[in-house]
């Protein structure tokens, strides 16, 4: 079975503070990303990357930066975290395929981690 | 960019009884379309998709049904259980090579015993 795993479940951070959120997966996918749900907004993409050092703002990138160093691994940062960015964030996954092989673009995703900043 | 609209944003049936919900695009170039379902502290999971080729695909209890010409498509849950109660997401993508998808606000559903 595919396995997203986050880091944390629960983070409480400090305003200002320099959060750095994980993700990791056992499938060798190339793509990942990173979002963000709130209730009544539903999920919202932050960030993407489909291969090692390759990185591609999503729908709401400000605020946020990621890093991939290696393919299994998908870093979200928050440089000077806010309590605007009080949130559930998600990590996914997913293969490259070409769309007319039939592939069905599944998104694989980790359980969420919860950051509140206080 | 595309733009996906979701309905209702909750829903409460009668264990038994059936469920439907529907969502909007905005981009006629979108060509499939997945559906997520979402349990409490869990991430989203792929329940069903369907591509711009195909108007409906159904899994046992439940289908989707795509209506290209009205840039429209549905979930449809029969014979509804208690375990069917979860946020539902849908989501359309162009397609591509990194398959980003664009998700509905979502739809909790809950099932009353």
């Known amino acids: 079975d595919v396995k997203v795993t986050q880091s944390s479940r629960y983070l409480v951070k400090r305003t200002g503070e320099k959060v750095f959120l994980e993700c990791v997966q056992d499938?060798?996918?190339?793509?990942m990303f990173w979002y963000r749900q709130d209730p009544g907004l539903g999920l919202r993409l932050i960030y993407f990357?489909?291969?090692?050092?390759?990185?591609e703002k999503g729908d709401i990138p400000e605020g946020y930066s990621v890093s991939r160093e290696k393919k299994e691994r998908f870093s979200l940062i928050l440089e000077s975290a806010s309590t605007n960015q009080t949130s559930m964030y998600l990590c996914a996954s997913s293969f490259v395929f070409p769309f007319e092989a039939g592939s069905s673009y599944e998104q694989y995703f980790g359980p969420g981690t919860r950051l509140t900043v206080t | 960019g595309e733009n996906v609209e979701q309905h209702p944003s909750t829903l409460s049936v009668q264990e038994g009884d059936s469920a439907v919900i529907k969502c909007t695009y905005s981009?006629?170039?979108?060509?499939?379309f997945p559906w997520y379902k979402q349990e409490l502290g869990k991430g989203p999971q792929l329940i069903i998709d369907i591509r711009s080729n195909v108007g409906e695909k159904k899994d046992q209890r439940i289908a989707v049904t795509l209506n290209k010409t009205a840039k429209h498509f549905s979930l449809h849950i029969t014979e509804t259980q208690p375990e069917d109660s979860a946020v539902y997401f849908c989501a359309a993508s162009w397609g591509g090579s990194q398959g980003n998808l664009i998700f509905g606000k979502g739809t909790k559903l809950s099932v009353k015993p």
């Open positions: 981009d006629s170039a979108s060509n499939y």
């Open positions: 499938m060798d996918h190339e793509n």
């Open positions: 990357s489909y291969d090692v050092k390759m990185k």
